[in-house]
């Protein structure tokens, strides 16, 4: 996996030891969030992709003074965004296809969750939480109907949704069977769509809070498959399934929890599933040292700070959890390019 | 100086092209900031140099959960601060040198400046910064006895304050001749200090505002030299300087203005000093590309943010400056292992 961490900016070959070098740029890190934000806001990423490239043409098509363009953009360059030659900026490929909404894959909408105040401000006390174990902010977005997960499931779709094809893919969506498929916590909805998608013979069920399930619905509509495509409104601890499931899709909602929640919701989606049925759990998993790979190890922190017992379980863990709940067996699958892998248990 | 920009956490060769990796790394990168404050607010640092390496030890130590210690501890590591093994915790070598409260060298003090909400805030609304070219805050920090500066000279001695050594060995204080320094902006005085330190005939001037200057005479006292230290209370732009000075220092000045403000201000100097005296001027300084060493190349976005029109200057940008205001010369000296580096410019 990852064998080796790179937190600099400047490369530590050319960083006399000891240096402070490394502390004041994690320090100031705050900075690359608001540019990133910033830059995002302010449609850089277009306006490069449509040929403004100097600071000056930034400057008129995004509506803002030529020195504060030249500044932001010089920064994007500095932590990766751009590359600059003479005074002409160009996107990197990633900025390409992830920040121009040119591009069918942009993921620009995903800060306006990620980086909105409801969650950037459970860590402005971050002591508070590390003393107690679990966030301070009396508003848990665990709450029912929080209006968080409305904006989660509109702004982090195209983050986060490209991952459905992928676990379609893995579960063998496309072999046609006659598939009952029980989505839980469903947000977005595009991993049950996905299969739906993949799967002319698949009727998805959604669980999610009403508000949300609005916005999978929507999705749903769209993507043509509406009619095998029913909802479950509630919390996925207490509404009642039903039964007979081929597939139970978990995506991103085990790390809100600890292992004792988590494994009775278990054995509820074992008691949904058919007799060698599966459930799809889409993760952050950090390997057994919890420190790597970087985007599954630091996930630990953003449960810390925003859940009250959440966090980015192993694959030991995961495992075990699933094995108390009574499945058989539990196997882990990357999904490149994204940061999250697959955890495929059956009962 | 530096030939590559490592903005990744995680290293290139290991994502897939193109990956959101980068994206979800910046986005979320606010946390590193508050992580390295809650640890340094915590003292993880210094609890570790004493023995306690584990979350349990941790916890216990600095008054916290376990489940919280780990998760930051393991953060820590990710981001560089710590190594682990098993479930054990060591200090790297920057860490030992400038985080831990044993070490004479530890900065830590320096987040009550960097991180304080008072410089954070200036970056909540960046895109409004862009659009104006400058700060929108209203509370300038440039404004007259501005408290903001008393926390900076308190907090940030032990991070700038080593430059002094340095710069009072670039102007060779040791030769012992009898020298008038104006020290413009002095702050913790440091690094008038540390040439009167160096220089038994160096008689220093300390300008700045009166709630500064009182920081800069407790440091002058403790050091001994309080007998050649006077101060001039006041604006650098309205006091009277005086004249006849050999040296004028000028740190950490010239970023907070524009190069109008700058020359008006330099004029001034240069009628302060003698034929031959020189200004030893502490600044970030980005190479001509403006997108390189990252920290000074960084730091223009720390001005844009918090200042109206300040900046992080090019050597050619100071040379011409200093050369407008009638100096004949002006070299840079980098100054390792520092991020800064000094102009000596000669009258």
């Known amino acids: 996996m990852v064998a080796r961490v790179e937190p600099l900016m400047t490369t530590p070959a050319e960083i006399p030891q000891p240096s402070p070098v490394l502390f004041f740029e994690t320090i100031n890190a705050y900075q690359r969030t608001q540019a990133l934000k910033a830059a995002i806001e302010l449609d850089i990423f277009t306006a490069i992709d ?16 030529e020195r504060g363009m030249r500044t932001l953009a010089d920064y994007l360059v500095v932590i990766g965004f751009l590359t600059k030659k003479e005074d002409q900026y160009s996107l990197t490929p990633d900025s390409t296809v ?18 909105s105040p409801m969650l950037t401000d459970n860590f402005r006390d971050l002591v508070a939480a590390v003393r107690k174990g679990g966030t301070v902010s009396e508003q848990t977005p665990l709450a029912p109907e929080h ?18 094809e992928q676990i379609a893919k893995l579960l063998d969506a496309r072999s046609g069977k006659t598939w009952k498929v029980l989505d839980i916590a469903a947000g977005h909805g595009l991993f049950g769509i996905a299969i739906a998608k993949n799967n002319p013979q698949a009727e998805i069920v959604a669980v999610d809070w009403p508000n949300v399930l609005q916005v999978a619905k929507e999705n749903a509509q769209a993507a043509g498959i509406a009619g095998r495509y029913r909802t479950l409104p509630g919390s996925a601890f207490d509404v009642e399934y039903g039964h007979g499931y081929d597939i139970v899709l978990l995506t991103n909602f085990l790390h809100h929890f600890d292992p004792p929640t988590n494994e009775k919701l278990l054995r509820k989606v074992h008691a949904a599933l058919k007799e060698g049925g ?10 057994e040292d919890r420190v790597s790979p ?17 966090d980015a379980y192993t694959f030991s863990e995961l495992e075990r959890m699933f094995r108390n709940a009574g499945f058989r067996s539990s196997e882990l699958h990357p999904l ?11 009962k």
């Not at 490149?336 to 059956?346: A, E, K, N």
């Open 50 to 65: 449509e040929g403004e490239v100097t600071p000056r043409a930034l400057a008129k098509r995004c509506r803002a003074s």
């Open 98 to 115: 992830f920040l121009s909404r040119r591009s069918p894959a942009c993921i620009a909408s995903a800060v306006k969750f990620l980086a």
């Open 147 to 164: 209006p968080m997960w409305v904006e989660f499931a509109r702004a982090m779709a195209p983050l986060i949704g490209p991952a459905g």
């Open 278 to 287: 599966r459930v799809a759990t889409l993760e952050f998993v950090p390997n």
């Open 294 to 310: 970087p985007v599954p190890a630091t996930f630990s922190l953003m449960m810390l700070g925003s859940t009250p017992s959440g």
């Open 336 to 346: 490149p390019p994204t940061f999250q892998q697959v955890l495929i248990s059956r």
